[in-house]
């Protein structure tokens, strides 16, 4: 039987991280998946959402909840906007309950729906990953990326201390509260430093934009890079992530 | 003037018309538990305190309780005038206080010590409880001392906190000690010996 | 209705005293260290039980049931109270509970009183307003003591001194306490210090002022939980005890205890439970204090619970466990709050109660406080109670929106990008705006954006837009 998914890319990956959004496309169909990338899909409204926007939340909830109608499941690279549709969607708009129950977060899909942690993947980096705080607290995700990661050969997992403390993104609260978003920031640098990972991973583009944005900054070397990406690689394709 | 209490009632009744759904409280946790043996669990636990505790046979209590005493160098002690009789011993100067015969506050603040029984201990938390009841006391007498001394009997100990909660009567004045007074003031890190007793021995008299 | 004192006046907004805060590298350090040490014995003084999620469900549903029918359990407590000679205050504000106790200590004839740590006291300015009407308090916790020799303000609601290290704390025994000018360092020689300045103190007042941890509505009796013994000196020695409590701290039940002193001790300093909890009903003939005062404070309580959202701040046990584990918290301390709640239950709990009171700079602190927060979720995850604390921070930024002007730089913006992203075909042109800012771009990143996005920029490189969105490449090649 195959598996027919609707791939929900979110706003920011579509527009800044194209190659995410087709690594997971990779990833899927080489496990036999089905791939849909249904057009009207813009924007789920978390940021409008937790920054006290709820109204145009709710616009671009139903809008999505529209957007993904018809579809079995709905698979997003993110972890907390698969959280917003998940769990927040219900609250906002009574017309989205029929996508809230069917959206996974990649991990969750592979390794609940799909039951796979080998997904045959290779990528010979030494790697350390930060699990999100929506993808920890909201999706309850678990260890599920870990054990994907632990399953991809090559890679050499290293734990990052105090992994579960928040990286200080936030949404808008990196720009409202730019000082203690960033001693958060730095915090979370300087423990991917000690790792001495080449590659911090993590569910969520939004994370990584900013923890790598500070790595960039200050020339670390250190490269931030979705989880996808990296269970797309194998070993006859390498992930040739180009820009 | 309006009355404060009026109003205030009248706020809350307004505050809540849209009637809040209260589903029924569900008390699925554990009242009580298999603590394994419940007088090693509350020695041991009382001892992480850093309290002393020693398990003593009931009718060598005079013997133990004076050798308690001895090593702590303890010669005025304090204690409710019911206090058992024959716990009472050895070469110290006892002051009983009694409701007919308060003790001052000056008298308790110089005593070395004070003995005392107890109304219930909780092994799970090194818990002891005194509730004003048979050899007890009043608050003051086991607040001032620097050392007090307490018998806890074995069958009044329980392992549970809702185990003891159901042994008490919370209209008789009760106080909850689980060890010697301490402070977590400084760096958030526990260090013992504040305002209260800052040194507690139990005796566990099975 | 006058200033409500739960904020201090003349506080900043977070943003910018969160700035001052993060400067302090001393303050850093302190907070770093101590947050890090409660944290991890937290965690394995819960994991002790096996039924911590049931407690804290069965916390929760005590609490809500508690809110629904305040008024019942209320009016039960004080007839309670009474039955058992106590006397019974309602106050409405803070003005009128500092009224109260003050003419109560003036009853008393007392020029003193001592203190047991209250955060209700605290919230309504009490000192200051006894210092007016010419009576010293004098704070008896080792941590407000601190505080209130150093002439200094609050930073966690359990350990108020928390950003204080011994070295300082050293410093401000020496140059305070008569008998302390050789003092050491050393934790158990601080603590040495407090008992010696504070034992006369005790042995002498005439009235004490403690708040409550809870008041059992069935049996009238009051509940207070801590650890040096101050307390129990203060609720046993004098011959008045006035009990200032907020409205919310009342329980059904005398069994209810065995929830809450389960949760609370654990939760707080992670002890298998605190050293002393007292327990007293009205007065006892013989023992402990022979006039005994409820003062029952609202204080903006019955606001907050008319927000359907934002009531369950009132389950709040004051654990501070939420502090503890907060990475703004830990970063900024809590004096940035502006408020004697600081920390994730302070950024719910200051707006709720100070609303309609707010001046100015107090509407821009309290607008401020719910975005205090990155919605990490961490508080959640341990509040004894399962506030969702995330959840009202976002209602309360819900609300701050709601009271903007139309024409708000950042409610414009709002309205623009969902304008933009509620339609697939103004995204994708969107999209293609967004691609010149490639000029910008060296090595595939933009490091500087004028303002406002120079707040990102400032710290943080931004990805240059690539030359295809995701979105183009599926229509090129799967159209
Ligand atoms: S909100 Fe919850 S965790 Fe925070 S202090 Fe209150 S009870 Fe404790």
């Given at each position: 039987?195959?598996?027919?998914?609707?791939?929900?890319?979110?706003?920011?990956?579509?527009?800044?991280?194209?190659?995410?959004?087709?690594?997971?496309?990779?990833?899927?169909?080489?496990?036999?998946?089905?791939?849909?990338?249904?057009?009207?899909?813009?924007?789920?409204?978390?940021?409008?959402?937790?920054?006290?926007?709820?109204?145009?939340?709710?616009?671009?909830?139903?809008?999505?909840?529209?957007?993904?109608?018809?579809?079995?499941?709905?698979?997003?690279?993110?972890?907390?906007?698969?959280?917003?549709?998940?769990?927040?969607?219900?609250?906002?708009?009574?017309?989205?309950?029929?996508?809230?129950?069917?959206?996974?977060?990649?991990?969750?899909?592979?390794?609940?729906?799909?039951?796979?942690?080998?997904?045959?993947?290779?990528?010979?980096?030494?790697?350390?990953?930060?699990?999100?705080?929506?993808?920890?607290?909201?999706?309850?995700?678990?260890?599920?990326?870990?054990?994907?990661?632990?399953?991809?050969?090559?890679?050499?997992?290293?734990?990052?201390?105090?992994?579960?403390?928040?990286?200080?993104?936030?949404?808008?609260?990196?720009?409202?509260?730019?000082?203690?978003?960033?001693?958060?920031?730095?915090?979370?640098?300087?423990?991917?430093?000690?790792?001495?990972?080449?590659?911090?991973?993590?569910?969520?583009?939004?994370?990584?934009?900013?923890?790598?944005?500070?790595?960039?900054?200050?020339?670390?070397?250190?490269?931030?890079?979705?989880?996808?990406?990296?269970?797309?690689?194998?070993?006859?394709?390498?992930?040739?992530?180009?820009? | 003037?309006?009355?404060?209490?009026?109003?205030?009632?009248?706020?809350?009744?307004?505050?809540?018309?849209?009637?809040?759904?209260?589903?029924?409280?569900?008390?699925?946790?554990?009242?009580?538990?298999?603590?394994?043996?419940?007088?090693?669990?509350?020695?041991?636990?009382?001892?992480?305190?850093?309290?002393?505790?020693?398990?003593?046979?009931?009718?060598?209590?005079?013997?133990?309780?004076?050798?308690?005493?001895?090593?702590?160098?303890?010669?005025?002690?304090?204690?409710?005038?019911?206090?058992?009789?024959?716990?009472?011993?050895?070469?110290?100067?006892?002051?009983?206080?009694?409701?007919?015969?308060?003790?001052?506050?000056?008298?308790?603040?110089?005593?070395?010590?004070?003995?005392?029984?107890?109304?219930?201990?909780?092994?799970?938390?090194?818990?002891?409880?005194?509730?004003?009841?048979?050899?007890?006391?009043?608050?003051?007498?086991?607040?001032?001392?620097?050392?007090?001394?307490?018998?806890?009997?074995?069958?009044?100990?329980?392992?549970?906190?809702?185990?003891?909660?159901?042994?008490?009567?919370?209209?008789?004045?009760?106080?909850?000690?689980?060890?010697?007074?301490?402070?977590?003031?400084?760096?958030?890190?526990?260090?013992?010996?504040?305002?209260?007793?800052?040194?507690?021995?139990?005796?566990?008299?099975? | 209705?006058?200033?409500?004192?739960?904020?201090?006046?003349?506080?900043?907004?977070?943003?910018?005293?969160?700035?001052?805060?993060?400067?302090?590298?001393?303050?850093?350090?302190?907070?770093?260290?101590?947050?890090?040490?409660?944290?991890?014995?937290?965690?394995?003084?819960?994991?002790?039980?096996?039924?911590?999620?049931?407690?804290?469900?069965?916390?929760?549903?005590?609490?809500?049931?508690?809110?629904?029918?305040?008024?019942?359990?209320?009016?039960?407590?004080?007839?309670?109270?009474?039955?058992?000679?106590?006397?019974?205050?309602?106050?409405?504000?803070?003005?009128?509970?500092?009224?109260?106790?003050?003419?109560?200590?003036?009853?008393?004839?007392?020029?003193?009183?001592?203190?047991?740590?209250?955060?209700?006291?605290?919230?309504?300015?009490?000192?200051?307003?006894?210092?007016?009407?010419?009576?010293?308090?004098?704070?008896?916790?080792?941590?407000?003591?601190?505080?209130?020799?150093?002439?200094?303000?609050?930073?966690?609601?359990?350990?108020?001194?928390?950003?204080?290290?011994?070295?300082?704390?050293?410093?401000?025994?020496?140059?305070?306490?008569?008998?302390?000018?050789?003092?050491?360092?050393?934790?158990?020689?601080?603590?040495?210090?407090?008992?010696?300045?504070?034992?006369?103190?005790?042995?002498?007042?005439?009235?004490?002022?403690?708040?409550?941890?809870?008041?059992?509505?069935?049996?009238?009796?009051?509940?207070?939980?801590?650890?040096?013994?101050?307390?129990?000196?203060?609720?046993?020695?004098?011959?008045?005890?006035?009990?200032?409590?907020?409205?919310?701290?009342?329980?059904?039940?005398?069994?209810?205890?065995?929830?809450?002193?389960?949760?609370?001790?654990?939760?707080?300093?992670?002890?298998?439970?605190?050293?002393?909890?007292?327990?007293?009903?009205?007065?006892?003939?013989?023992d402990g204090p022979r006039a005994f005062h409820l003062v029952l404070l609202d204080n903006g309580r019955t606001a907050t619970l008319a927000d359907r959202v934002g009531r369950q701040a009132l389950r709040c046990i004051r654990c501070s466990a939420c502090l503890n584990v907060c990475p703004v918290y830990e970063r900024t301390g809590g004096q940035a709050y502006g408020s004697v709640y600081p920390g994730p239950i302070g950024a719910i709990l200051t707006p709720q109660l100070g609303a309609g009171t707010d001046d100015g700079p107090t509407g821009k602190l309290l607008r401020s406080l719910p975005y205090a927060s990155s919605l990490c979720g961490a508080c959640f995850e341990v509040c004894p109670v399962r506030i969702d604390i995330p959840e009202v921070l976002v209602h309360l930024r819900n609300r701050t929106v709601q009271e903007k002007p139309a024409y708000d730089p950042e409610a414009v913006a709002m309205a623009a990008a969902s304008w933009v992203m509620a339609s697939p075909r103004r995204f994708r042109l969107a999209q293609r705006l967004l691609g010149p800012l490639r000029l910008l771009a060296r090595g595939g990143r933009i490091r500087r954006l004028p303002w406002p996005a120079s707040r990102w920029t400032d710290s943080r490189d931004v990805p240059a837009p690539p030359k295809e969105t995701f979105s183009a490449w599926w229509r090129r090649t799967r159209g």
């Amino acid at each position: 039987m195959t598996t027919r998914v609707a791939l929900m890319a979110t706003c920011l990956t579509d527009t800044f991280y194209p190659d995410t959004a087709r690594a997971v496309v990779r990833l899927l169909e080489r496990l036999g998946c089905v791939v849909d990338f249904p057009k009207g899909q813009t924007c789920c409204g978390q940021m409008h959402y937790n920054t006290g926007y709820r109204r145009e939340a709710a616009t671009l909830a139903r809008r999505t909840a529209k957007a993904f109608a018809g579809h079995d499941a709905v698979v997003a690279p993110s972890g907390s906007c698969a959280g917003m549709v998940r769990d927040l969607y219900p609250g906002l708009s009574r017309l989205t309950v029929g996508v809230a129950d069917r959206t996974y977060e990649l991990s969750e899909f592979l390794v609940d729906v799909l039951g796979v942690t080998d997904v045959g993947a290779y990528f010979p980096h030494r790697v350390t990953y930060h699990p999100t705080c929506h993808s920890l607290r909201v999706l309850g995700v678990g260890d599920k990326p870990l054990r994907l990661l632990r399953a991809v050969r090559g890679l050499e997992l290293v734990e990052l201390s105090a992994p579960e403390s928040c990286c200080g993104f936030g949404g808008t609260f990196a720009v409202k509260n730019a000082d203690t978003s960033t001693a958060m920031l730095a915090d979370k640098m300087r423990d991917v430093l000690d790792t001495g990972a080449r590659v911090l991973t993590a569910g969520d583009n939004s994370c990584l934009m900013h923890i790598g944005g500070g790595l960039s900054r200050l020339s670390t070397g250190v490269r931030a890079l979705h989880l996808a990406e990296i269970l797309a690689s194998t070993e006859e394709e390498p992930w040739a992530a180009t820009p | 003037m309006a009355d404060p209490r009026e109003v205030v009632l009248r706020r809350i009744r307004a505050a809540l018309a849209d009637s809040p759904p209260v589903p029924p409280v569900v008390r699925d946790y554990e009242v009580a538990r298999d603590v394994g043996d419940v007088l090693d669990l509350f020695a041991e636990r009382v001892a992480d305190y850093r309290a002393v505790v020693r398990r003593v046979r009931v009718e060598a209590l005079p013997v133990e309780i004076e050798a308690s005493l001895r090593a702590r160098g303890a010669r005025r002690l304090v204690a409710p005038v019911d206090l058992p009789g024959w716990w009472r011993g050895g070469e110290v100067v006892w002051s009983l206080d009694g409701p007919a015969h308060p003790l001052s506050v000056r008298a308790l603040d110089r005593a070395d010590g004070v003995l005392t029984g107890c109304a219930v201990a909780i092994a799970e938390t090194g818990t002891i409880v005194l509730d004003a009841g048979p050899a007890q006391g009043r608050r003051a007498l086991t607040l001032l001392p620097d050392y007090h001394l307490c018998v806890v009997r074995a069958d009044q100990i329980v392992g549970t906190v809702p185990e003891a909660i159901a042994r008490l009567d919370p209209v008789r004045p009760l106080t909850f000690v689980s060890g010697p007074s301490a402070t977590s003031d400084i760096e958030l890190d526990r260090v013992e010996g504040v305002h209260g007793p800052r040194n507690l021995e139990v005796l566990i008299a099975h | 209705m006058g200033r409500n004192p739960v904020t201090w006046l003349g506080s900043p907004a977070f943003p910018s005293a969160a700035r001052t805060a993060l400067a302090d590298v001393q303050l850093r350090g302190n907070l770093a260290h101590a947050t890090g040490t409660i944290r991890g014995k937290r965690a394995a003084a819960v994991a002790e039980l096996p039924d911590w999620e049931r407690l804290r469900l069965a916390g929760e549903a005590i609490k809500d049931d508690v809110l629904a029918n305040l008024d019942t359990y209320l009016t039960r407590l004080e007839s309670q109270v009474r039955a058992r000679g106590g006397v019974v205050h309602w106050a409405r504000d803070a003005a009128e509970a500092n009224a109260i106790v003050l003419r109560l200590v003036r009853e008393a004839q007392a020029s003193e009183v001592v203190k047991v740590k209250s955060m209700a006291t605290a919230e309504i300015g009490l000192n200051e307003a006894l210092a007016e009407g010419g009576v010293s308090a004098i704070e008896t916790d080792l941590a407000e003591l601190i505080v209130q020799l150093g002439d200094d303000r609050p930073s966690h609601i359990l350990v108020p001194a928390i950003h204080r290290n011994r070295a300082e704390i050293r410093d401000i025994f020496r140059a305070t306490m008569p008998h302390a000018a050789q003092v050491s360092d050393r934790p158990a020689d601080l603590a040495e210090a407090a008992r010696a300045h504070l034992r006369s103190k005790f042995l002498t007042a005439k009235v004490a002022i403690s708040g409550a941890n809870f008041a059992v509505a069935d049996t009238g009796s009051v509940v207070v939980v801590e650890s040096e013994g101050n307390g129990r000196m203060c609720l046993t020695l004098p011959d008045t005890l006035i009990t200032v409590m907020g409205l919310e701290k009342v329980v059904p039940t005398w069994r209810d205890l065995e929830v809450f002193l389960q949760l609370l001790p654990r939760s707080s300093t992670a002890e298998r439970m605190n050293p002393y909890t007292s327990v007293w009903t009205g007065v006892t003939p013989g023992d402990g204090p022979r006039a005994f005062h409820l003062v029952l404070l609202d204080n903006g309580r019955t606001a907050t619970l008319a927000d359907r959202v934002g009531r369950q701040a009132l389950r709040c046990i004051r654990c501070s466990a939420c502090l503890n584990v907060c990475p703004v918290y830990e970063r900024t301390g809590g004096q940035a709050y502006g408020s004697v709640y600081p920390g994730p239950i302070g950024a719910i709990l200051t707006p709720q109660l100070g609303a309609g009171t707010d001046d100015g700079p107090t509407g821009k602190l309290l607008r401020s406080l719910p975005y205090a927060s990155s919605l990490c979720g961490a508080c959640f995850e341990v509040c004894p109670v399962r506030i969702d604390i995330p959840e009202v921070l976002v209602h309360l930024r819900n609300r701050t929106v709601q009271e903007k002007p139309a024409y708000d730089p950042e409610a414009v913006a709002m309205a623009a990008a969902s304008w933009v992203m509620a339609s697939p075909r103004r995204f994708r042109l969107a999209q293609r705006l967004l691609g010149p800012l490639r000029l910008l771009a060296r090595g595939g990143r933009i490091r500087r954006l004028p303002w406002p996005a120079s707040r990102w920029t400032d710290s943080r490189d931004v990805p240059a837009p690539p030359k295809e969105t995701f979105s183009a490449w599926w229509r090129r090649t799967r159209g």
